[in-house]
């Protein structure tokens, strides 16, 4: 009887977001119009990167993975979700779900490591360039991006190791477009305290510390800025601002999300939507249109393309 209770939830209904006809009408607009925005964004930041050389530098390189990541993670719910939309039935397997926690916690714990890399490239380009070439050489940079990975896989299979394993044999409903450990566990037929705790700790406490540690090394190196000359520190000065928005939009939900004491609210859920598609397509919106070198760029990359078309 156990193990019949064990494997009797084979699959999980969403709710979804809303049962209001109109209101699923504009949400399905919405989500449509920026996913694929986001991707289109994401993937121009790297095909111009890739493209371009005076864009092989430390810091455009983190930025192109850090847009393959976002290129990632905006499709990992999304497009569940924009399917769901008008469905009566909004169902995910077992194995799907665990797919969704897995891929969401790996994408998201390696970019949080890409985020603290970007703003250790901003620390050494100001406070130590002449040094900045030496510390953030080519094989700097790919040892960063290889431990960011390595994090972001060992945290999401850390998370997993606990919850894989849970009890689901009773209610099978989650309040949500997609699957997420909070949740998730809430429906497991045994106590969850500890789980909870673990998660909070795993995922809330970390979350928070990283966020708290980036505005700190961003505020250190905004007041390093104020003693070098006003000409030279506007460049950098719109780059940090550029950097503590994204670091802003990407922290602020993670940290309701696993913080807060009841997830099943409204605001969570648009938060959600938030981060799932809305913060992917924000990312080449503030690193491009703040960002003169990137324009340019774009453009010659732009103009390459055009006279190959030309010439064949």
Not at 74 to 86: G, Q, V
Not at 105 to 114: D, F, I, K, Q, R
Request: charged share 10%.
């Amino acid at each position: 009887m156990d193990e019949v209770n064990h494997s009797a939830v084979s699959e999980f209904v969403f709710l979804g977001l809303s049962n209001c006809w109109e209101l699923q009408i504009f949400l399905f607009c919405f989500s449509c119009l920026f996913y694929v925005s986001s991707l289109i964004g994401n993937l121009l930041i790297v095909v111009t990167v890739t493209a371009d050389l005076y864009l092989h530098s430390p810091m455009y390189f983190l930025l192109a993975n850090l847009s393959v990541i976002d290129l990632i993670f905006c499709s990992i719910a999304a497009p569940k979700m924009i399917c769901d939309l008008f469905r009566k039935q909004k169902v995910i397997s077992f194995g799907g779900c665990i797919a969704q926690i897995f891929f969401s916690h790996a994408v998201g714990g390696t970019e949080m490591v890409l985020l603290i890399a970007m703003a250790f490239d901003r620390y050494v380009a100001i406070c130590k360039p002449l040094y900045y070439l030496t510390i953030m050489s080519p094989r700097m940079c790919v040892l960063i991006l290889v431990v960011a990975w390595a994090t972001g896989l060992f945290h999401s299979l850390a998370q997993l190791a606990f919850v894989v394993n849970l009890p689901f044999c009773g209610p099978n409903v989650l309040d949500s477009f997609y699957c997420d450990i909070p949740r998730l566990i809430k429906l497991a037929c045994t106590d969850t305290y500890k789980l909870d705790f673990m998660v909070t700790a795993n995922s809330g406490f970390i979350s928070l510390g990283a966020f708290f540690l980036l505005i700190l090394s961003y505020i250190f190196i905004l007041a390093t800025l104020q003693k070098h000359s006003s000409g030279g520190s506007s460049k950098a000065l719109s780059t940090l601002s550029a950097h503590i928005t994204v670091v802003v939009l990407y922290f602020g939900p993670l940290i309701f999300f696993y913080m807060w004491p009841s997830p099943s609210t409204h605001l969570d859920k648009f938060l959600a939507i938030f981060d799932a598609v809305l913060t992917p397509f924000l990312n080449p919106v503030i690193y491009t249109f703040r960002n003169k070198e990137m324009k340019i760029a774009m453009k010659r990359v732009f103009r390459q393309l055009m006279g190959f078309r030309k010439t064949t």
